[in-house]
């Protein structure tokens, strides 16, 4: 099957033409064959997420009001898919801190916990939330993930930085650290277009589609609940966003999915 499907998607000489034969194999249900993709041996998208390079990143703080509308759309949505009341929830690859700033200056309860690469951002997350915050590498630090411990993992624009090869291993130590029913939020961004730029600012190494994504979490063993779209109209956000929805002129730019753990 995956010999035919080589055949017919060419010899993948870009990781572009690999999330195309994913995309196909996961709209046709055929996961066996879906799976097989995921060996190193397929082209993967060059990028550095280094420690450095992230910590020149975020330098310095970008507060949450100042952001683009989409951006503040976003967080605002994956406050509303929290649990109610405080829970144990995990931020993993945590940044710039929205969801937090935006949790604090909203007066919600949570017991916070994060991981990211960059020191810069772990430095200020201590220093400005009340929590449990880690320098660590997501697919080599234990000591954050927990057996059965988190009521929520968010992970906010993540999956894109991961490699094809590790992102099962990334969601297995989702779904081991969750407690029974418990929450797996993501964003990532849609039709980003890196197969056709010569550049790639944030060092994404996939390009995600919805039936990949789908495909991902049910193999992983995560139930979605919900998913939402979103589209980064720099002016005019409101009513061009409205217009998107009941003309479907345009693509949405980026995806929030909402999944429990089965």
Same mark, same amino acid.
């Given at each position: 099957?995956?010999?035919?499907?080589?055949?017919?998607?060419?010899?993948?000489?870009?990781?572009?033409?690999?999330?195309?034969?994913?995309?196909?194999?996961?709209?046709?249900?055929?996961?066996?064959?879906?799976?097989?993709?995921?060996?190193?041996?397929?082209?993967?998208?060059?990028?550095?997420?280094?420690?450095?390079?992230?910590?020149?990143?975020?330098?310095?703080?970008?507060?949450?009001?100042?952001?683009?509308?989409?951006?503040?759309?976003?967080?605002?949505?994956?406050?509303?898919?929290?649990?109610?009341?405080?829970?144990?929830?995990?931020?993993?690859?945590?940044?710039?801190?929205?969801?937090?700033?935006?949790?604090?200056?909203?007066?919600?309860?949570?017991?916070?916990?994060?991981?990211?690469?960059?020191?810069?951002?772990?430095?200020?997350?201590? +220093?400005? *939330?009340?929590?449990?915050?880690?320098?660590?590498?997501? =697919?080599?630090? #234990?000591? %954050? @993930?927990?057996? !059965?411990?988190?009521?929520?993992?968010?992970?906010?624009?993540?999956?894109?930085?991961?490699?094809?090869? +590790?992102? *099962?291993?990334?969601?297995?130590?989702?779904?081991?650290? =969750?407690?029974? #029913?418990? %929450? @797996?939020?993501? !964003?990532?961004?849609?039709?980003?277009?890196?197969?056709?730029?010569?550049?790639?600012?944030?060092?994404?190494?996939?390009?995600?589609?919805?039936?990949?994504?789908?495909?991902?979490?049910?193999?992983?063993?995560?139930?979605?609940?919900?998913?939402?779209?979103?589209?980064?109209?720099?002016?005019?956000?409101?009513?061009?966003?409205?217009?998107?929805?009941?003309?479907?002129?345009?693509?949405?730019?980026?995806?929030?999915?909402?999944?429990?753990?089965?």
């Amino acid at each position: 099957m995956i010999k035919s499907q080589e055949e017919k998607f060419g010899k993948f000489k870009t990781p572009f033409e690999a999330e195309d034969l994913r995309t196909n194999l996961a709209q046709k249900g055929n996961y066996q064959a879906f799976l097989k993709t995921y060996s190193s041996n397929y082209p993967v998208i060059t990028a550095s997420n280094t420690s450095s390079f992230w910590d020149k990143k975020f330098d310095s703080l970008e507060k949450f009001e100042n952001q683009d509308s989409m951006t503040r759309e976003k967080i605002d949505f994956i406050i509303s898919l929290l649990p109610e009341g405080k829970s144990k929830m995990l931020d993993v690859g945590l940044g710039q801190a929205y969801l937090e700033q935006r949790l604090k200056k909203l007066g919600t309860k949570h017991n916070l916990y994060g991981i990211d690469i960059s020191k810069k951002s772990i430095t200020r997350a201590r +220093k400005n *939330f009340d929590g449990e915050f880690i320098v660590g590498d997501i =697919l080599k630090n #234990k000591k %954050i @993930f927990k057996k !059965s411990f988190y009521d929520v993992i968010v992970a906010i624009e993540v999956t894109e930085h991961i490699p094809p090869a +590790k992102i *099962f291993e990334f969601y297995k130590r989702i779904h081991n650290s =969750l407690r029974p #029913k418990g %929450i @797996f939020i993501i !964003s990532t961004p849609l039709n980003e277009g890196l197969r056709y730029s010569k550049i790639n600012p944030s060092a994404h190494l996939r390009e995600y589609t919805i039936p990949i994504l789908k495909a991902e979490f049910k193999l992983a063993g995560f139930k979605i609940t919900q998913m939402k779209t979103f589209f980064a109209f720099s002016k005019f956000y409101t009513l061009k966003k409205l217009l998107a929805r009941l003309l479907r002129r345009w693509e949405a730019n980026n995806i929030v999915v909402k999944a429990v753990k089965v």
